[in-house]
Structure formats: structure tokens, C-alpha cells
T-cell receptor, first 114, second 111 residues
């Protein structure tokens, strides 16, 4: 049972490049979400999904796309990377059939856009 | 989510209880109080949550005032490994997701 796995752990992109941050969970969780954390700040919600085929925007969705074709995977796509997207990205998952439950977070992807 | 206010930083001696306060004076009736912590730059780790009653688990205790306007997270015997940023979050029943994280409290456990 690996929990929430994020790949890659580190990435450097040039401005304008695109890439996909991967997130996978093996706990059969319905809910998954993406956050970003800038230096010295708390986490901010980018996108979330309440189940396969269903996604919605969070607080800071601009510049990011998501899809949820399976329960296990929730990739985050950067369409055209900008220096303002330099951040640490965290994926989280939780059960969708119980209330007020614990969310499990991945170890993060540290992205630098130059 | 209701706004929460926490001290920027706190120190605690190793082996002593760490009491981390949180103010959530605008909390609504359907909002739970969650606590998470983040050690170094790892992913946040769930600690505990509650609605009205005090709660205890193997990691910590959560004391919520009767008017629910504030709460305290208690780590009964702090160790050096408890040094982390602690986040208090007031959030509706969102199945543990879609939180608003503030800057949190940086707890330093001192030997």
C-alpha cells in the first residue's frame, strides 16, 4: 500500500514548456485534489475531483488543467509554464463515502520555471 | 471556510505538553475543526478533527470551546520529531478535502 505517489519529485522547466505532474493513489479514494505551496505560505487549492470523470476548480486554477479518467490517477497539466508557477505541488486523496475524514497527501513535486 | 488565526510561532521543551491555540470565531455550525502538520517540506499529515466534542487519538487531543469559537491542539509529550508547522482549518463537511490553509504555527520543540 503506497498511499499517494507523486512523480516527478523535482522538475525544472523553461518558460512556455508544458508538462504533466502525475498523482496516483492505491486506496480506492473517490476524492482527489491538487494544491500548490509557495515559499512561506500555506497550501492553495488548484483543482479537485469527486470521482472519475468529475473535476472542478479550486482557488487558483488558471494555467492548469486536470482530468480524472480513473479512480487511481489525477494528473495535473501545466499548459504553458510561467515563472509564477514555480512552487511545490501536493496531491491529496480521501474517501468519498464518509464525512469529515482524513486526507492523505503525497510528498510533493518541486517545480522551478526559469 | 471560516477564517482561522494562529500564533506565528511557538516553542516547547521536549517532553512537555505543547498547547497550540486556534481562533475561529466565525465558524459555522457545519464546519469541522481539522489539524494538520507539515514537517520540513513534506506533504501535510493529518492529526485530528472534531465538530463539537473534545477528541483524542494516538497523536493528540483536540479541545473545542463550548461556543466553538476557539480550539487547542495538545501534544501531550512533545518530541523533537514534533517540530513542524501546524495548521488549524475550519471547513464544512467536504469529505476531508478542499481546505483553506493559512500560514499555520511553527512549533519548535527544544531539547
Amino acid at each position: 500500500n503506497a498511499g499517494v505517489t507523486q512523480t516527478p519529485k523535482f522538475q525544472v522547466l523553461k518558460t512556455g514548456q508544458s508538462m504533466t505532474l502525475q498523482c496516483a493513489q492505491d486506496m480506492n479514494h473517490e476524492y482527489m485534489s491538487w494544491y500548490r505551496q509557495d515559499p512561506g505560505m500555506g497550501l492553495r487549492l488548484i483543482h479537485y475531483s469527486v470521482g472519475a470523470g468529475i473535476t472542478d476548480q479550486g482557488e487558483v486554477p488558471n494555467g492548469y488543467n486536470v482530468s480524472r479518467s480513473t479512480t487511481e490517477d489525477f494528473p495535473l497539466r501545466l499548459l504553458s509554464a510561467a515563472p509564477s508557477q514555480t512552487s511545490v505541488y501536493f496531491c491529496a486523496s480521501s474517501y468519498g463515502d464518509r464525512v469529515a475524514t482524513e486526507a492523505f497527501f503525497g510528498q510533493g513535486t518541486r517545480l522551478t520555471v526559469v | 471556510d471560516a477564517k482561522t488565526t494562529q500564533p506565528t510561532s511557538m516553542d516547547c521543551a521536549e517532553g512537555r505538553a505543547a498547547n497550540l491555540p486556534c481562533n475561529h470565531s466565525t465558524i459555522s455550525g457545519n464546519e469541522y475543526v481539522y489539524w494538520y502538520r507539515q514537517i520540513h517540506s513534506q506533504g501535510p499529515q493529518y492529526i485530528i478533527h472534531g465538530l463539537k466534542n473534545n477528541e483524542t487519538n494516538e497523536m493528540a487531543s483536540l479541545i473545542i470551546t463550548e461556543d466553538r469559537k476557539s480550539s487547542t491542539l495538545i501534544l501531550p509529550h512533545a518530541t523533537l520529531r514534533d517540530t513542524a508547522v501546524y495548521y488549524c482549518i475550519a471547513s464544512p463537511d467536504n469529505y476531508g478535502q478542499n481546505f483553506v490553509f493559512g500560514p499555520g504555527t511553527r512549533l519548535s520543540v527544544l531539547p
